[in-house]
């Protein structure tokens, strides 16, 4: 079985300041990872993926990932925070057993940039 | 660019209407499915269909069905709604075989009232 923790509902930050979403993963086989974010009243958009090539990933809008087998983590990052970063994120996880590409979906983390 | 759209943006139907929501993919997307979104609850798989008359259960099908008469075309069916389902619904499509991809494509989604 697998599934995804994101580690916090809320994160509040800093316009200028770093942003790091958490997210920890369980799954018997290696994984596919996904970030996607969602902007208010919007449809969700990938942000970045982790398919067992490099563990650093890197994404749009300047998100950087790495994936951390011995942690099992899949932390988000960005080092200065915009404005236009406030989103909800969702850490994904897809197992290669099933040939359908299902995707499992973290509960979400909302992010607020304060000015 | 992938694009999914979504027939509606909001609807309000009552408790008993019989409720359709429809998904149209313009890149020939083997792969379709629907989610529902609750605050933190992510993302939950409805169904999903990998072909044209194809479907299968996801993890939260009851009181749902669909239809996929259509490949760009994938239809999200409540035969009597009820006020938990009032929700966001999201459909997405992806294209298959591609081992280290998997990435889904979201359209903007609906939001459900049932009163």
């Known amino acids: 079985a697998q599934s995804v923790t994101q580690l916090d509902s809320h994160v509040s930050v800093s316009e200028g300041t770093p942003v790091l979403l958490r997210c920890n993963y369980s799954?018997?086989?290696?994984?596919?990872l996904f970030w996607y974010v969602q902007h208010p009243n919007k449809g969700l958009q990938l942000l970045l993926k982790?398919?067992?090539?490099?563990?650093l990933v890197k994404g749009i809008n300047g998100f950087e990932a790495e994936f951390k087998k011995s942690e099992t983590s899949f932390h988000l990052t960005k080092p200065s925070a915009h404005m236009s970063d406030a989103a909800e994120y969702f850490c994904?996880?897809?197992?290669?057993?099933?040939?359908?590409?299902?995707?499992?979906f973290g509960a979400g983390t909302q992010v607020v940039v304060t000015p | 660019d992938v694009k999914v759209t979504q027939s509606s943006r909001y609807l309000v139907k009552r408790t008993g209407e019989k409720v359709f929501l429809e998904c149209v993919q313009d890149?020939?997307?083997?792969?379709m499915f629907w989610y529902r979104q609750d605050p933190g609850l992510g993302l939950r798989l409805i169904y999903f269909?990998?072909?044209?008359?194809?479907?299968e259960k996801g993890d939260i099908p009851e009181g749902y069905s669909v239809s996929r008469e259509k490949k760009e075309r994938f239809s999200l069916i409540l035969e009597s709604a009820s006020t938990n389902q009032t929700s966001m619904y999201l459909c997405?499509?992806?294209?298959?075989?591609?081992?280290?991809?998997?990435?889904?494509?979201f359209g903007p989604g609906t939001r459900l009232t049932v009163t």
């Open positions: 997405a499509s992806s294209p298959d075989l591609i081992p280290s991809s998997y990435e889904q494509y």
């Open positions: 799954s018997s086989y290696s994984p596919s």
């Open positions: 982790y398919t067992s090539a490099a563990t």
């Open positions: 994904v996880v897809r197992v290669p057993t099933d040939s359908w590409g299902k995707l499992q």
């Open positions: 890149m020939d997307h083997e792969n």
């Open positions: 269909s990998y072909d044209v008359k194809m479907k």
